[in-house]
T-cell receptor, first 113, second 113 residues
Framework: AQSVTQLGSHVSVSEGALVLLRCNYSSSVPPYLFWYVQYPNQGLQLLLKYTSAATLVKGINGFEAEFKKSETSFHLTKPSAHMSDAAEYFCAVSDQGAQKLVFGQGTRLTINP | DGGITQSPKYLFRKEGQNVTLSCEQNLNHDAMYWYRQDPGQGLRLIYYSQIVNDFQKGDIAEGYSVSREKKESFPLTVTSAQKNPTAFYLC????????????FGAGTRLSVL
């Protein structure tokens, strides 16, 4: 069964600093991997996805993630944090062809002025 | 505009009452999903449907029921058997097996009176 672990339920960075949100997955077959963002009292919005093409994936709002098979990781980064990045971020994994996503527990990102 | 509409935004349930959450999509997606979100627990799958007139239980289906009579609609009923219904409920849809990108509605917050 697939699973996702997000290290750190809360991450706090200063405005302009590097953002790094960690995600490790477990899957018996090559996975599809996703990062979603959720603003307060809203649904989830797709940031980016990995579907077995390039290992470095660029998404919206300046975020990117790198798929590392040897480390079973898919960490999310952004070079310079902005106040508007404050939100909750979810990593998710799915088997190719499967209909279900398995979500991590989420990481709440706080940006300090 | 294409999208997923959830209603109502806020819902209150009395003891012993069944309540129904609405989810409608105009994206022409085959698959639809219901998730429950509790603080610190990420998203947990309640039910999902890949085609009309067919649905499967997710990880936490007890106390919930669904129907899929139309492609665009996937209502969720929270029954009186669900003893802890207070949560944020999210509906999503996706286009069959295509890379499993799920698109989310804005959610319904259910509270118990």
């Amino acid at each position: 069964a697939q699973s996702v672990t997000q290290l750190g339920s809360h991450v706090s960075v200063s405005e302009g600093a590097l953002v790094l949100l960690r995600c490790n997955y477990s899957s018996s077959v090559p996975p599809y991997l996703f990062w979603y963002v959720q603003y307060p009292n809203q649904g989830l919005q797709l940031l980016l996805k990995y579907t077995s093409a390039a290992t470095l994936v660029k998404g919206i709002n300046g975020f990117e993630a790198e798929f590392k098979k040897s480390e079973t990781s898919f960490h999310l980064t952004k070079p310079s944090a902005h106040m508007s990045d404050a939100a909750e971020y979810f990593c998710a994994v799915s088997d190719q062809g499967a209909q279900k996503l398995v979500f991590g527990q989420g990481t709440r990102l706080t940006i300090n002025p | 505009d294409g999208g997923i509409t959830q209603s109502p935004k806020y819902l209150f349930r009395k003891e012993g009452q069944n309540v129904t959450l609405s989810c409608e999509q105009n994206l022409n997606h085959d698959a639809m999903y219901w998730y429950r979100q509790d603080p610190g627990q990420g998203l947990r799958l309640i039910y999902y449907s890949q085609i009309v007139n067919d649905f499967q239980k997710g990880d936490i289906a007890e106390g919930y029921s669904v129907s899929r009579e139309k492609k665009e609609s996937f209502p969720l009923t929270v029954t009186s058997a669900q003893k802890n219904p207070t949560a944020f409920y999210l509906c999503a849809s996706s286009r069959g097996t295509t890379k499993n990108i799920q698109y989310f509605g804005a959610g319904t917050r259910l509270s118990v009176l």
